[in-house]
């Protein structure tokens, strides 16, 4: 009842008047709960999470980290293909703004997690997973120094 009450006060008023300190103890609160959350109302806490996430806009990028890493992470072992999808986009969605070096969990804990995962032949999880490890793959690219082409000559 106070997630969907949080919900229809973000969805009415915004997140105009809430200042840093409410903000680190609405972000808080609402991974705390999102983790005790029971099948009954799974539903109810997702609308609000998003609700939230949504009200606070760019406001919410410091805590991206911290929601990749205590939520997503956690939901990888998701039975639900559509779920699944969903979350692998998510992550794929935060590594593109917080970038590999401040990942939570570190890539080098994840990728072990997405190996199984593109075993699962539903669409939407595979598309996600592949285009997830590709841009490791990519952005891991970067930090890797380049050999001079002579070096492979002598």
Not at 40 to 64: H, S, T, W
Not at 103 to 128: F, G, S
Request: hydrophobic share 45%.
């Amino acid at each position: 009842m106070a997630m969907e009450t949080i919900e229809k006060m973000f969805a009415n008023l915004g997140a105009s008047d809430i200042d840093a300190r409410l903000e680190e103890l609405l972000i808080d609160g609402i991974l705390y709960a999102f983790q005790e959350q029971t099948s009954y109302d799974a539903n109810v806490m997702l609308n609000g999470f998003g609700a939230i996430v949504n009200a606070l806009g760019q406001r919410e990028k410091p805590y991206l980290p911290q929601i990749c890493g205590v939520v997503l992470y956690e939901y990888l072992g998701e039975e639900y293909p559509e779920v699944l999808g969903s979350i692998l986009g998510a992550l794929k969605a935060i590594l593109n703004v917080i970038g590999m070096t401040k990942m939570t969990p570190p890539i080098k804990d994840l990728l072990p997690r997405l190996t199984p995962i593109l075993k699962n032949r539903h669409e939407k999880v595979q598309e996600n997973c592949i285009d997830l490890v590709g841009r490791i793959a990519h952005r891991g690219a970067e930090f890797v120094p380049k050999k001079r082409v002579d070096e492979d000559l002598f």
